[in-house]
């Protein structure tokens, strides 16, 4: 069984910051990709960000350059350190976990005020 539990999600201000982490636990070894999705009121799940187990990283065009993912060294945790944040980041962040089929956190808010 696979347990993910997202946490640092909270209100801030346009032009601020906040890291968002994801603790894995269970069966998870010899997992393909860990990574960040959002889901924004009335809108689809969008990928935000993932990195594989090897370090390889992908990202939304609309969060490069401000979003960085990153993965602890016993990868169990994964983090996204979110800069030069906008309203429309505003969303429930869900933590994803590739290792044989997907699977989902519970979702952390992040609410970006203008």
């Known amino acids: 069984q696979v347990q993910l539990v997202e946490s640092g999600g909270g209100l801030v201000q346009a032009g601020g910051s906040l890291r968002l982490s994801c603790a894995a636990s269970?069966?998870?070894?010899?997992?393909?990709?860990m990574g960040w999705y959002r889901q924004a009121p009335g809108k689809q799940r969008e990928l935000v960000a993932t990195i594989t187990r090897g370090g390889s990283t992908n990202y939304a065009d609309s969060v490069k350059g401000r979003f960085t993912i990153s993965i602890n060294n016993a990868k169990t945790t994964v983090y996204l350190q979110m800069s030069s944040l906008k309203p429309e980041d505003t969303a429930v962040y869900y933590c994803?976990?590739?290792?044989?089929?997907?699977?989902w956190g519970q979702g952390t808010q992040v609410t970006v005020s203008s």
């Open positions: 994803n976990l590739d290792v044989a089929r997907l699977y």
């Open positions: 269970g069966s998870i070894f010899n997992f393909n990709a």
